[in-house]
């Protein structure tokens, strides 16, 4: 396994709650859209076991085309010891890198795609549909929809942007809304459907989609081909 350890560059306040930390990319460094990493603090690996509470499974909300490592995430009033560590990094501040992967990759086929998401789990969308305004190619529309109850909706320069063509998107601020506009778009039966954002939101709208007689192969998930078994 090798391990990465780079600098964090910037920050950049998403909204009130929000940040995307941006570290720089180490030269020979590659990943695909959708792809999350283990991002860890100095002393995670210094004992005989890995210290979990210095590492976190985290996605990856810039592309490579980017040059940088962006890491967007919700920063609570009472942040467990990583989400603390991470927001008060200075900049310069190292971390390292490792485990890099994608379980969502954008689908290229002929068919529409349709992003549902919860909060900052939009972050991992963002890199699929700057590919797709990159190459279009095998990919027929996105259509986004983003519950988020705190009002403050993120990247609404791609995903409500009317000038971006071939990408529509809908941002409700609560549940009842979001489950009436998403069984709305299962009426497209040949659609391709990623689910991100908690445990429980995955759960919830795996029930509705299936109900609803989309394919299982055709719902996406960020969870490695084991976990996926434990949610369809």
Request: charge should be negative; glycine fraction near 6%; include cysteine.
């Amino acid at each position: 396994m090798q391990i990465y350890w780079t600098s964090l560059k910037k920050v950049i306040d998403e909204s009130p709650t929000v940040k995307t930390f941006v570290f720089e990319c180490p030269s020979d460094y590659d990943w695909d859209e959708g792809a999350h990493i283990h991002l860890a603090f100095e002393g995670f690996n210094a004992g005989e076991k890995p210290d979990r509470s210095l590492i976190r499974h985290m996605s990856i909300s810039t592309t490579n085309d980017e040059k940088d490592i962006g890491i967007t995430t919700r920063i609570n009033e009472n942040p467990s010891l990583f989400k603390r560590k991470l927001n008060e990094m200075p900049i310069g501040g190292k971390a390292a890198i490792f485990k890099t992967h994608t379980n969502v990759p954008l689908k290229r086929e002929n068919k529409k795609i349709y992003m549902l998401s919860a909060g900052a789990g939009l972050a991992t969308l963002r890199p699929l549909a700057l590919k797709f305004l990159q190459d279009q190619s095998n990919v027929n529309s996105i259509q986004s929809l983003n519950v988020d109850s705190t009002g403050h909706y993120l990247f609404t320069d791609i995903f409500n942007n009317e000038e971006v063509e071939k990408i529509t998107s809908h941002f409700v601020d609560n549940r009842d809304d979001y489950y009436s506009e998403a069984n709305k778009l299962m009426a497209d039966k040949d659609g391709i459907f990623y689910v991100v954002g908690s445990d429980e939101f995955l759960k919830q709208n795996i029930e509705i989609l299936l109900k609803n007689g989309i394919p299982k192969d055709q719902v996406i998930l960020d969870k490695h081909p084991g976990q996926r078994e434990s949610f369809i």
